[in-house]
Each structure stands twice: as C-alpha cells, then as structure tokens.
C-alpha cells in the first residue's frame, strides 16, 4: 500500500518569505513517480513537476525548488520569495508502478497563505 | 491540442436524482483514471478504465456509483439516487500509457446535492 503524508495542514506567510512544504511517502515498490500540484481557489489542478523514484537530483524551476531524498522518503517543496499569488493548496502525490497503472495517492494537501 | 475535458463543470441535484459526469480524455490516451475531492480533503481514487474495461474500481463505492469508457465517446461517471455526501470535485485524468507517471488532469466537475 502506498501512502503519503502532508504534515502541515495550513501554512501562513508574509509576501517575499521562503516556504517549504513538507511530504513524505511510504511505498514498497522500487519504481515510483512523485508529484507535486497546485490547487488555486478557482479549484483546477495545475501540475508542478514529476520525478522518478531514480533521479534524485534536485531540481530549481524559477522560486520554486524540489529537494528529493530518498533515504528519508521525503520529497519536500519549497517556494522563494514568495507571493500572494502563490497562495493555493498544494498537494504532493505518489505512483507506484502496481496493477493500478499510473493510479496516484495524494496527500491531504497544505494550504499555503501569502499575506501581502 | 485540446486537454482532459470534463462536463458539466458544474451540476446541481436534488437528493435521489442521477448525476452523470463526463471525461473525454486527451486524443490518443486510452486510460481514464477518476478521482473524488470531498470539500477540504485531498482527492481519492475512485476508478481506472481502459477502452471498454475497468481496471481497477477499488476505490469506488459499492452502491450507487458505477463507471465505464466505451469504445467511443467519453468516460462517464454515473451516481444513482445522489445523497448530499456525495457533494464534491469529479476530477478526471488520462494518459497515454500504463504505467508511465504521465497523468493530465482536467478542471473537474463540481457536484452539489441539495
């Protein structure tokens, strides 16, 4: 069974501060994807990034950087500099390679505030 | 290239009525993955379909709901005799291949029950 967690709930920053937003996963397969989503206030689900369980090298995409460590199961987001705009619920997901085929699990998602 | 497209995006009914959802998957994919946002949660999957074959219905309800993808024409998700638990996001996703971590989402549809 596959299973991720999202540990903070609710997050409330002030426009131009860092954030990280947390998630880790459990999974028994050795083949996984990761995935991380935005869900703005108008509710459609604007897609991030995607790694597989064999590249482990961080990534940077403008603010936004992603910091996968296998070893402790976490594939953690952070946001640089943040802005209002930025403020949605964001959600890391998980695929395993089972009779599911590309069948994601979501955590429960975080809500990120940017205060202006 | 047109995306995942769902209609309607937003669907209001009475308790008891039926409720149909429809997911027409990006051109080329042949896999239809259905999920459920219940207000404040994350989403849960429901349901994996192929052409004319379902996959994996795990996580579907046992009552009430049922799910197909026919040889042509879009998913759709059907909900019989609606109940205000069931008020949520319908999301639907494709992709080209199984097993790919390739998943596109659409908007969603929006079910109200009063």
């Known amino acids: 069974a596959q299973k991720v967690t999202q540990a903070q709930t609710e997050i409330s920053v002030v426009e131009k501060e860092d954030v990280t937003l947390d998630c880790v996963y459990e999974t028994r ?9 935005k869900q703005p206030p108008s509710g459609e689900l604007v897609f991030l990034i995607r790694r597989n369980s064999f590249d482990e090298q961080n990534e940077i995409s403008g603010r936004y950087s992603w910091n996968f460590q296998k070893s402790t199961s976490s594939f ?34 975080t809500r990120l505030m940017v205060k202006p | 290239n047109a995306g995942v497209m769902q ?47 379902i996959i994996d219905e795990s996580g579907m309800p046992k009552e009430r709901f049922s799910a197909e993808f026919p040889k042509e024409g879009p998913s759709i998700l059907r909900i019989q005799q609606v109940v ?31």
């Open chain 1, 29 to 37: 397969d050795t083949t996984y994807y990761l995935f991380w989503y």
């Open chain 1, 76 to 109: 953690n987001f952070t946001i640089t500099a943040s802005q209002v705009v930025d403020s949605a619920v964001y959600f890391c997901a998980l695929s395993a390679h089972n009779n599911a085929g590309n069948m994601l699990t979501f955590g429960g998602g």
């Open chain 2, 7 to 53: 209609n309607p995006r937003h669907l209001v009914r009475r308790r008891g009525q039926e409720a149909r959802l429809r997911c027409s998957p990006m051109k080329g994919h042949s896999h239809v993955y259905w999920y459920r946002q219940l207000p404040e949660e994350g989403l849960k999957f429901m349901v994996y379909l192929q052409k004319e074959n």
């Open chain 2, 84 to 114: 205000r638990g069931d008020s949520a996001a319908y999301f639907c996703a494709s992709s080209p291949w199984r097993d790919t971590g390739e998943l596109f989402f659409g908007e969603g549809s929006r079910l109200t029950v009063l």
